[in-house]
C-alpha cells in the first residue's frame, strides 16, 4: 500500500508539473547547430561539405569551411533531419535530431570516400542509424546515442541497462546492471573508454564482476558510442563476451551551458563551455551526489542501509596549432551502503554489513594528424579500484562482532599507440600497441565462529605486465562488398602466456538494402589479476599459491548475419552465431563441476586449471522502427544454448543458460504546444527470459562453517524462475527562451512480478533464503538545462 501510495504522489507531481506548463509561452524558439566534418578514416576535415536541413521552410543550409566546420543558426526548436553531402563521398543523413531552446546542438560527422567514380552510379543517402562508429566492425555490433540511453523504459540513462533490450543480450533481474552476453559470463565483458579498457565503472561493484546497482558513468557526458557481442575486429583484444566502448563528448567550444538534474537516484550538475573567447578549446565537467544518501546526511529523513554515492567526471579538449589535439579526461566515484539485519519484528538486530568501493580513472590523450591520410592518437591512463566489506553479526553474548573484513585493492597503468591511415578510398590501415602494468593487493581477516581470534584467511599482493598488439586492414573491393582482416596478439608476462588471434569480416550488399555479413575470430582473455596470486593451504597448512600458470580464457567466434533495410526507418537483422569455449579454467578436481567463468562475484578461491571446455550456440531477430514521426519500437528475440564441460568430462547447462529472451520496446512522442516546442514521451518496455541456474545452499554445513556452503556435486543444477518484467516511463518537456525543463517518471518492474532467481544462506538468522527479482521501482527526475 505504501509503494502504491507513493507512486501514485509521484504521478500526481509530474502532472502537476505537466499542467502547469502547457499553456507556456507559444513564441517560437530557435537554437543552432554546428559542428565539423571529416574524413572517417584520416580524421582530416572535409571543405565545402553541403549541410541542409530537410523539408526547411525557409531553406535552412549551409557548406563547411576551411576546418571542416559549419553552423546553422535560428532552426526552429524541436526534431529536424540533416542531409549532408560532399563530392567524392558517400551522402549521410542523420535524423531526429532534437533541438532544445537551451543548448546548441553540437555534432561531429564523419563521412566515407565512395570507392565509385563520379558519374558512374547514383548513390542515394543512407540513414543507417544502426550502423557502429568503428567502420572496421560488420557483424554483432550496434551504435547508441544518449538519447536512447534516456528514452528506453528502464534504462535510467544507464547504457548497460538499454543494452538489454538488444537481441542476445539479458539484464541481472535481482536490480544491478551486470549483463549476460549470448550465454557467456558477465566476467567476459570489456568497458572501454576513450578507447582504453578500464575497471568496471559502476557503484557497488565487488570482485569479479563487471556491473553495479548504478552506473558511475552520468549520460550527460556520452556521446554516441559502440556496443558489441561478438567477433571483433582485431582492435579489441582480452575479451570474448562484449565490448561496450564509450565515448566521452566535448564540451561546446564557443558558449557556456549548464544543467542541473534532481532524481530519486541522484542530485547532480554539468557545466561546459570554452576555455578561452578566442581558443577552441573546451571542458565539460559532472558531479553527482545521491539523494537518498542527501537526505540522510542533512538529518531530513532516516533509513536502514542508505546508499550512499558520489561521482564526477571531465573531459577537457586542448586543440594545438603543431602538435594535435591533447584531451584530458577522467572518472571519479565512491559508494558506501551500511545495511542492517533484524528480526521480523525488528525488536533485535541480528547483522551489519558495511561495503565501500572507491573508482579512480584519469587518461591523457593526443591525436596528432600525420600527413593528409593519416593520424596518430596515443593515449596513457591510470585507473585503480578499491573494495571493502565488512560484516557484524550477534554474538551468543547478545553483542556485535566482527565477522568479516575483507580489503581488495588493483591498480592499472595504460598506454596505447594507435596509427590509421587511409591509403585511398579502398584501403585503410590502423596498426595499434597496447601496454598495461596490473597490480593488487587483498587481506581478509575473519572470525566467523566468534572465537576471538581473528584469523587471516588472505594476505596476498602481485603484479604483472600485459602486452598486445594488433592490426587491421579494410579492403572495399567494391562499393557492395568490403572485406575486413586483422590479427591480435597478446602476451602476459606472469606466465609467459601468449595468444594469436586471426580475425576476418565481410560484408556483401547484394542489393540496395539487403546485405549478408560474416565475422570469424579468435578471442582470448586473462582472468583477473587476483586469481593468479590467490593463496589455498594444503592439508599440512601450508600455504600455495596454484594459479601462477593458469592460461587465458579462449573462444572462437563464427556470426553470420542478414540485414533488410525494410524502409527508410525500418531495419530488420538476423544473426546466427556459434561460439566454441576452451582453455576455460576449472577446478583441479576429477570430481568438481566448478568453473571459474560461472563464479559471478568475489574471489575465486580454488585451484583452476585450463582442461574446461563451452559452447554457446543461437538465433537472433532485430526488427526496428526507428524514431520517425514521433514513434518507434523495436523488437527483439534469442533463442540460445550455453553448455560447459568440467574436469569430470560431463556436458551441462551454463549458470547463464537462460535458453531464450523476447523484448518489446515502443514509445511515442507528442507535441502539445502550437509550435511543437513541448512534448510528451510515453515508453514502455517489456521483456520475457529463461530463468538462469544456480547451485543450491547446503544448509547444514552453511550453519556449521559459519558461511555460505553449497551442496556438494550439484553446481547449477536447479533453474531459476523465468522473468517477467514490464518497464515504463512518461516524460514532459518545456522550451523556454535560453532553458528547458524535462520531468520525467520511470518505474521499473511495474507489475511487480517477484521471480525466484537462487537462494542464498544469510549469516544473521542461519536460515536459507529465496534471491526474488528486483519489487516495483520508480524514479522520479527533474532536469533543467540552462
Known sequence: MQKRNCIISLILILVLGIQTNLSANTTQFYQTIRGKIIDTESKQSLIGANVVILNSNPFIGTASDINGNFRLDKVPVGRINLQITCLGYEPKIITNIEVGSAKEVILNIELIESVTKIGEIKVYPKTAKHETLNKMAVVSGQAFTVEETSRYAGAINDPARMVSGYAGVTGD?????????????????????????????????????????????????????????????????????????????????????????????????????????????????????????????????????????QDGSFKIVLPSQKTGTFTFWGLLGKSSIDAVEKTDDESLKLGEYQLNSNLGIIGLSNLLPVGKKSYLKNTIAWSANKIQNKSKLLGDNNSMFVAVNENYQKSYLK??????????????????????????????????????????????????????????????????????????????????????????????????????????????????????????????????????????????????????????????????????????????????????????????????????????????????????????????????????????????????????????????????????????????????????????VDLKKSQDAGETIYTDNSSFSKRGDNIFILNASVNYKINHKKTQHEFKLEIQNASNHKAKIMERYNEATHLIEDADQLSLLPVLSYTLHF
Open 415 to 696: 598506454y596505447v599507440s594507435t596509427f590509421n591511415t587511409k591509403l585511398n578510398a579502398k584501403h585503410s590501415l590502423k596498426i595499434g600497441l597496447v601496454y598495461t602494468n596490473l597490480s593488487y593487493n587483498v587481506k581478509n581477516i575473519n572470525d566467523l565462529k566468534n572465537s576471538g581470534i581473528s584469523t587471516v584467511s588472505l594476505n596476498s599482493d602481485g603484479s604483472s605486465q600485459l602486452f598486445q598488439s594488433f592490426v587491421s586492414w579494410k579492403y572495399r573491393i567494391t562499393s557492395n562488398l568490403s572485406v575486413i582482416s586483422g590479427v591480435h596478439s597478446t602476451y602476459f608476462q606472469l606466465n609467459k602466456d601468449y595468444s594469436i588471434e586471426p580475425r576476418l569480416g565481410m560484408k556483401f550488399q547484394f542489393l540496395p538494402n539487403q546485405s549478408i555479413s560474416l565475422g570469424i575470430g579468435m578471442h582470448s582473455k586473462i582472468e583477473s589479476i587476483s586469481t593468479y596470486f590467490v593463496q589455498l593451504t594444503d592439508a599440512k597448512n601450508n600455504i600455495y599459491t596454484p594459479n601462477s600458470d593458469l592460461k587465458m580464457s579462449k573462444a572462437r567466434h563464427y556470426v553470420l548475419g542478414y540485414n533488410n533495410q525494410l524502409g527508410r526507418n525500418l531495419h530488420l537483422k538476423i544473426e546466427a552465431y556459434y561460439q566454441d569455449l576452451y582453455n576455460l579454467a576449472v577446478e583441479n578436481n576429477p570430481n568438481s563441476r566448478i568453473v571459474l567463468q560461472d563464479l559471478n562475484s568475489g574471489l575465486a578461491k580454488y585451484d583452476f586449471v585450463n582442461k574446461g571446455r563451452g559452447k554457446n550456440y543461437g538465433l537472433e531477430l532485430t526488427l526496428e522502427r526507428f524514431f520517425h514521426n514521433n514513434f518507434y519500437y523495436l523488437l527483439t528475440g534469442s533463442l540460445y544454448e550455453a553448455k560447459f564441460t568440467a574436469l569430470d568430462g560431463v556436458e551441462r547447462n551454463s549458470r547463464y543458460n537462460g535458453k531464450f529472451a523476447a523484448n518489446i520496446l515502443i514509445g511515442k512522442e507528442f507535441k502539445t504546444s502550437s509550435k511543437g516546442q513541448n512534448t510528451l514521451g510515453l515508453n514502455g518496455k517489456i521483456s520475457f527470459r529463461g530463468g538462469q541456474y544456480y547451485t543450491p
Open 173 to 309: 533481474a535481482e536490480g544491478t546492471n551486470e549483463i549476460i552476453v549470448r550465454g557467456n559470463s558477465p566476467k567476459g565483458i570489456q568497458w572501454r573508454l576513450e578507447g582504453i579498457e578500464i575497471p568496471n565503472p559502476n557503484h557497488f561493484a565487488d570482485e569479479g564482476t563487471t556491473g553495479g546497482a548504478i552506473s558511475a558513468l552520468n549520460s550527460f557526458m556520452l556521446c554516441k558510442s559502440d556496443f558489441y557481442s561478438g567477433a571483433f575486429t582485431a582492435e579489441y583484444g582480452n575479451a570474448y563476451s562484449g565490448i561496450f566502448d564509450i565515448k566521452l563528448r566535448s564540451g561546446n567550444n564557443a558558449k557556456h551551458e549548464n544543467s542541473f538534474a534532481l532524481s530519486s537516484v541522484g542530485v547532480d550538475f554539468s557545466l561546459e563551455g570554452p576555455i578561452h573567447k578566442n581558443y577552441s578549446g573546451s571542458y565539460l565537467i559532472n558531479y553527482r551526489y545521491s539523494s537518498l544518501g542527501l537526505l540522510d546526511k542533512l538529518g531530513i529523513m532516516s533509513f536502514d542501509g542508505v546508499p550512499k554515492y
